[in-house]
């Protein structure tokens, strides 16, 4: 098969989630606020073509490609066929994937894309090598990861953090195909959006849920952040970005302490915090989401589970796009997002 050189089609996996839906929207609507890029064809990968979020995909214009890759892995060379560029993203906050089949799905679409012959991939991921590994553990409960017994060669009987397997993916994606055709894009935790899981405790309570470490820093970065960067990525010449490892974080560093305070700036009411362990903090987030392995990668992504972490602010979003990131001040500007931190109203339901 002749390789492509670079120009469109330009396929989004997991599609279906907010980041891929964003991501899709943003390759959409970017050569209508640039006359010089051309319209690419956009596809957006996920499971069940029927539901609501594959519906919103095709009425934006992207064109909605459905399969399971778990169970049909062979669909996705047949779905890279004459596809430039592959946007990897592997949400695990989707319903569909586990910590158990993270690194399957992530091999899965490396191998298509080299079967297919796809000339650029862009690899989007929450971790860094420079990131230290979250606390080792033995409670199936808890997060926990696999890791070299210092005893002996065998792999202790760890599950594998978020963290080690993305940094597979990762490893492997440079191993299958050559750096050349290779972009890195690494984002923190999308602190913006991931408040709205705490939404339900602040109505309920009128009060954030805090470690006890108040000066806990957090890097953070916005949706909005990361699909624009993704966008000029993709549209630009498969030469100019290949092979570079970007980050994109937002314009500051703030402590958990600071996060709180500008959240409730942002939704006008007077500043009151709740501090608790661990192990308390857990639990509240999984009374919102729901789901063990949800409530880990949260966790992880944010750096609560780490003796320490390296903390950076980039330039490399300003860098690929212009503009600085969106403050966290600028997210509660938006009067949908301060109503869902309201306790709802008997008398409206």
Known sequence: MTKNIGKGPIFVTGADGDKGLAIAQQLIHLPSQHK????????????DATTARAQTLESMGAKAVAFDIFSEPHKATEALQGVAKLCLLIDPLNDRMTRNNILQFGKTFIDAAKEANVDHIIFLTPFSPKDPFPFMGTDTSTDTMTTPNNNN?????????????????ETYLLQQLNKERVTILRYPGILHQHLMVFRHYVAEHDAFPLLDNLDYTVESCNLEDIARAVGYIAHSPTARHAGDVYKITGPQLLTLHEVSQRMFLGL???HAVNRMDLSTLRQILYDSVGNNDHVGFLLEMWGLQQKKKRFEVTRDLELLTGKSGILLNEFFEDDQVRDSFKKPNPSMA
Not at 36 to 47: C, R, T, V
Not at 153 to 168: T, V
């Open 268 to 270: 006008q009411r007077d």
């Open 36 to 47: 010089h890029l051309p319209e690419y064809p956009i596809y957006g990968g996920l499971a």
């Open 153 to 169: 060669n065998n792999m202790c009987q760890f599950h594998p953090s978020f963290h080690f397997q993305f940094m597979a993916i």
